[in-house]
């Protein structure tokens, strides 16, 4: 299984998809790959447009994209892929869609049993977990079950932020992590910081980008990762 899961599409001031496209390109390989692009977090920007914009960044880099919403059988698109990317936006629609078009298994077996590579950003980040318990986005639409595809085995909390900005009274984002670790007392959470992204291949897991991940689970005191440490206890 070869998982390429990225916190965040683009950095302040650069294109869209800009900082990880180099390893998006190492993560694909030299030679040439037409990936089925999945666009269902796209709520405000429609499939066509969605697809627009990831396609131009890919080409730049030696691949290209198709996105599913071009195929009258999503499930075999997904059988036939040479590659999935999973786009960021609402992982509540995305979810809800992978749903109703009963992808969950298509997409397990294609990855897990066929090596199909995966990419996702964001919510296709998200989509990976067991869970979309610790995404950030409100519930906008139900997702008909909150269980994911469950590639990985821990939590991963994309954009993560260590503090409110001034003058807000509301919770933190590791005060929502706190309350799912009390529900969820056997789960590991990764909260991974814009411009970093996990490799998660031969059964081993590496954080990518010079911020640190931090990392949570209930009655530990959470703590912070380097690029340099060990993740591979998120997988067991």
Not at 18 to 42: C, M, Q, S, T
């Amino acid at each position: 299984m070869r998982l390429l899961l990225i916190s965040n599409s683009t950095n302040p001031g650069e294109e869209y998809l800009d900082y990880p496209k180099h390893n998006i390109k190492e993560f694909l390989g030299e030679k040439p790959v037409k990936a089925l692009f999945i666009p269902y977090a796209g709520v405000t920007v429609s499939f066509d447009d969605y697809e627009a914009k990831v396609k131009e960044r890919f080409n730049e880099v030696g691949h290209d994209i198709i996105s599913i919403h071009h195929f009258e059988n999503p499930i075999q698109a997904v059988e036939e892929a040479e590659a999935i990317v999973v786009g960021g936006g609402s992982t509540w629609n995305l979810l809800h869609l992978i749903h109703k078009y009963n992808l969950t298994e298509p997409i397990r077996n294609k990855v897990i049993n066929e090596k199909a590579p995966y990419i996702g950003w964001s919510a296709g980040s998200n989509l990976t977990c067991p869970t979309i318990k610790t995404t950030n986005d409100m519930p906008i639409i139900d997702p008909m079950g909150f269980d994911a595809l469950n590639l990985i085995p821990f939590q991963i909390n994309p954009h993560y932020l260590d503090k409110n900005p001034e003058g807000h009274g509301g919770e933190t984002r590791e005060d929502r992590i706190n309350e799912f670790m009390v529900l969820n007392p056997d789960v590991y959470i990764a909260g991974l910081r814009e411009a970093t992204m996990f490799l998660v291949e031969d059964n081993n897991i590496k954080l990518i980008g010079d911020r640190q991940c931090r990392i949570f689970k209930n009655a530990i005191e959470a703590y912070e990762l380097s690029a340099n440490d060990d993740f591979n206890f998120l997988l067991k």
